[in-house]
Structure formats: C-alpha cells, structure tokens
C-alpha cells in the first residue's frame, strides 16, 4: 500500500471540509478562551473593570471582568465555526494536517490554562498591545 | 442434568441483571453524592446542587462514551443512534455544568462573605496558582469538542461508522472530553473540600 492509498479513505470518502471546520473552531475557542482569561489578569486595566449584571448569576450585582473571557472565547468558537463551513463545506481536507492543527490547538490552549506557562505568555502579550 | 441446577443460559440472565442492577445502585449512590446538597443550610446549595449533580452525570455519561470512543477509533461497529443522543445530551449536560460552574466560581473568588480564594492563597499560593485556576478553563473544554462530535454525528448519521476518517475523529473527540471532564472532576471534588475547610477554619 502506497501512501497515496493509506491517505484516502477506505470505507466510503466523505469530504472532510465540514468535520474539519468544527473541530478547528472548537479548539480556536479553547486557545482563546484561555488566552483571554490569562491576560485579563495580567492586565490591570481590564481586570479593574466591574461588570454590573443584576440578574446573572443570582446574589451578586458585579461580576469583576470574570465573564469577558467565556463571552469573547464563545463568540471566536462560534464565529470561526461560521466561517469555516462556509468556506470549507464544499471541499475536502486532508486528515492528518487537520488532526495536527486541532491538536496543536488544543496541547497550547491547555498550556495557556496551566497558570506557570500561561502568566509569563500573557505577560508578554499584555506587554506587547500596550494593555497594562 | 439435574433439573434443580441452573442452566448456563439462566446463569447468564441472572449475571446480567445483576450487572444493570449493580450499575444502577452505583450511579444512584454517585449522584446522591451531590443531590443531598440540596439540604445543606446555606446560601450557594442551588448552584452547588445543580452543578456537582449535572457535573457527575456528565462523567458518567462521558465515561461510557469515552470506553466506547477507543472501540470506535480502532473500527469497531458502531450503532448510531444512541451514540447520538447521548453525545447531544452530553453537549447539553456540559453546557448546563460549565453555566451553574460560572455561578459558583464568581463566588469562589469574590463572594464577600468567604473569600476562599484568599483563604487557599494565603496557605497555599502553589494550590490556587497551579490547580484551581485550571479547573474554570479546563471545564469548558468539553463544550465545544462535545457539540462538534453530536455535529458530526448529526450531519453525517449512519455514514459516519462507515467512514473510517470521520469515526477516528469522533473517537479521538470523545476520548478528549473524557479527559477534560476527569480533570475538571477532580480538582471540583478538591475546592469543595477546600471550602469546607475554609469554613471551619
């Protein structure tokens, strides 16, 4: 068996363009997700922010910045989920790169959520756009 | 053969039961576990009932799926309908759990009566800088992996068993989600911990 073969699939071929949108775009939001919430921290110009919300979550009236990483990791998970479909949900995408870049994704969102590895990236993000 | 003995088909059925019978108990003392928080007297129970119960059936669930999901990714059949379901339920159940995890994590860190994220940190910096700042991330992983496999499942149905490209997608899915709620169960069960010492403190 040649490697043109073990690449194709063997069973039945169904173009992998939607499949690979999804699973990119939920590893995106990961990354974001907690990106954002890491440099939030670091920041203090945005971690001073209060969000006042009086009916989510019940007995509090501010929330401190806690909910702009869910709000701003949502919303690249679902916008780049989007995007991709549309662009990719003709065409059909090799497995291994998609699998490697939904991987890699997810190994540095992980990584950015683990506080040690996370603090100094951020730090330097926060850094470079000026945002302390 | 003696007509008082057991047969091997009888033993079988009676092993059987005995398994589903076994397995109920168990998940019913698991999940009573955190349902009986509801009667604790103070102020958090609705959000820590809601979340440690809906918590526990999402391991449960995405425990079984998570056995299955290696049979899926060497090959094995699949029979997609109750895959399905119970992927879609799983999508709903962790998004329910990361919702009420939210409710309850804000108070972990700025509730005024507690503070108990100033509590560990004064005891034990590495604790909170190390794990309990993981645990609200690593939570919300489940959520997308688990709505893009229930996607696949629904887009594809009965073509995904049989295409062998998107069954390792799906595995290798259910297998992460697996992980991820592992880990958010865990360092779940060590903050409530923490914060009945907190309390006695």
Not at chain 1, 44 to 59: R, T
Request: hydrophobic fraction near 50%.
């Amino acid at each position: 068996m040649n490697q043109q073969e073990a690449e194709t699939d063997l069973l039945t071929p169904i173009p992998l363009g939607a499949t690979a949108a999804a699973i990119v775009s939920a590893a995106l939001g990961c990354l974001t997700l907690s990106t954002t919430y890491r440099t939030i921290a670091q920041s203090q110009l945005l971690s001073g922010k209060k969000i006042e919300i009086a009916v989510w979550p019940p007995y509090q009236s501010w929330v401190g910045s806690y909910p702009i990483h869910q709000l701003v990791g949502f919303s690249v998970w679902l916008g780049t989920w989007l995007l991709l479909y549309l662009a990719w949900r003709q065409r059909d995408v090799s497995l291994r790169p998609t699998i490697a870049v939904f991987f890699g994704l997810l190994f540095l969102a992980t990584a950015m959520a683990w506080r040690p590895i996370g603090e100094p990236i951020s730090h330097a993000i926060v850094q470079a756009l000026a945002i302390r | 053969m003696e007509s008082s003995s057991v047969s091997a088909k009888q033993a079988r059925s009676i092993s059987k039961w005995l398994t589903w019978i076994q397995l109920g108990v168990a998940g019913i003392l698991l999940i009573s576990f955190s349902t009986l928080g509801v009667l604790y007297p103070e102020n958090i129970r609705s959000p820590a009932t809601i979340h440690s119960s809906i918590g526990i059936l999402t391991t449960l669930i995405s425990g079984y799926l998570g056995h299955r999901a290696f049979a899926i990714i060497r090959g094995g059949r699949m029979t997609i309908e109750p895959l399905r379901q119970l992927t879609t339920g799983l999508a709903g159940l962790c998004a329910v759990s990361v919702l009420a995890g939210d409710w309850l994590y804000i108070s972990y860190q700025i509730q005024a009566q507690h503070y108990i994220q100033a509590w560990v940190q004064q005891r034990s910096y590495f604790f909170h800088q190390a794990l309990m700042d993981f645990k609200p991330l690593i939570g919300w992983f489940p959520l997308p992996l688990s709505v893009a496999a229930a996607f696949i499942l629904w887009q594809y149905g009965d073509a995904t068993g049989k295409s062998r490209h998107l069954s390792l997608i799906v595995g290798i899915l259910l297998a992460l989600v697996w992980m991820y709620v592992l880990m958010s169960l865990i360092l779940g069960l060590d903050l409530t911990k923490i914060r009945l010492a907190s309390l006695l403190d």
